[in-house]
């Protein structure tokens, strides 16, 4: 099942669904996927992969639809110009689609993972580049790079995570050369025959744009998401899961939590239709504490008496969430 937000019905011939992309058969040869989450950027993009003549075969160019207008627009135009530089720089074939929420890690997270297994799947080598994008997105990509890496020992050397830095920054650029504007309006509120209050106008709003760019550099303010300011970007486990551990982390997903580990116990037990016995509940404490933050971290407990609270932590989470479909078709 694809979860990668909407196609753009205005992208053209080379856009489809996420599940158009994931149904799409196997190549007879490994190709060079590149998963470019788009953003404001244009040469980080492209230009690395041209002047080090990589081998592009495929482009998955992700764009963002939050924010203002002008913000979505210029994303949008950016990834437009991509897709089609892609195809005639590099002769790559290119799919466009869309994120609806850039902020929405965890939604990020498991499109990620089902798009890089998918393309794993069907023999592609996979490079993603965390240039651009809000960083939601691109550390969402990267985690779930990292924990496929994990799973899927055999294809590790077909995953890639890739940043470029830039050359040069355009915002101090533009900052200077308003700063230039700024000296030639006000040089011109002396010249007879020009409206001053047009002049005033245009040295007023720059005067203030230059103010604010000195005092809090190239963004203003903190968004709210989810009634936080902040967006906690876990980091994936470096073991693998085993199978009677993956039943502990299903458990917990479905019942969110259990007041000890002994009534989790009790829950396996009676999923696997076992006696509970105190062998049995051993066993589930050994691999409870394997899950826990002195382990793989996919679990955290909350001591309260004698017993310990258990739930997911949010790697956790992302872990069930990720695996949901893998265990409802019985893989």
Not at 26 to 37: C, E, F, K, N, R
Request: charged share 30%.
């Amino acid at each position: 099942m694809c979860r990668l937000g909407q196609p753009d019905s205005s992208l053209g011939a080379n856009s489809g669904g996420v599940g158009e992309i994931l149904k799409r058969p196997g190549q007879l040869s490994a190709m060079q996927t590149h998963i470019v989450p788009v953003g404001f950027d244009y040469d980080r993009l492209i230009a690395p992969l041209v002047r080090d003549q990589q081998d592009v075969d495929r482009v998955i160019l992700l764009e963002g639809a939050v924010g203002s207008e002008e913000n979505v627009e210029y994303a949008q135009n950016l990834s437009q110009k991509l897709d089609k530089d892609f195809q005639n720089l590099l002769g790559a074939e290119t799919d466009r689609f869309v994120i609806e929420d850039v902020y929405d890690y965890d939604v990020a997270f498991e499109q990620a993972f089902d798009l890089i297994n998918a393309e794993l799947d069907r023999g592609n080598e996979i490079w993603v580049n965390i240039s651009a994008m809000p960083r939601t997105i691109s550390f969402a990509f990267a985690t779930a790079a990292h924990s496929i890496m994990v799973e899927r020992q055999e294809d590790r050397d077909k995953i890639h995570t890739y940043y470029t830095a830039p050359e040069k920054y355009l915002e101090t650029e533009l900052a200077k050369e308003l700063r230039k504007q700024r000296e030639l309006l006000e040089s011109l509120l002396d010249e007879e025959g020009v409206p001053d209050e047009h002049i005033d106008e245009r040295l007023d709003s720059a005067t203030h744009l230059l103010s604010e760019f000195d005092e809090r550099g190239t963004t203003i303010g903190a968004k709210e998401i989810d009634g936080s300011h902040i967006v906690e970007l876990p980091v994936a486990s470096f073991s693998n899961v085993k199978p009677f551990e993956e039943l502990i982390l299903f458990t917990l997903g479905e019942h969110g939590e259990f007041e000890s580990v002994s009534e989790l116990a009790e829950a396996l037990a009676r999923e696997l239709n076992e006696e509970y016995t105190d062998s049995f509940r051993s066993k589930v404490i050994y691999n409870v504490d394997l899950l826990g933050p002195g382990g793989k971290g996919y679990i955290e407990q909350e001591s309260h008496g004698k017993s310990h609270r258990t739930r997911l932590s949010r790697i956790g989470e992302l872990w069930v969430r990720a695996h949901s479909d893998d265990r409802e078709k019985g893989h």
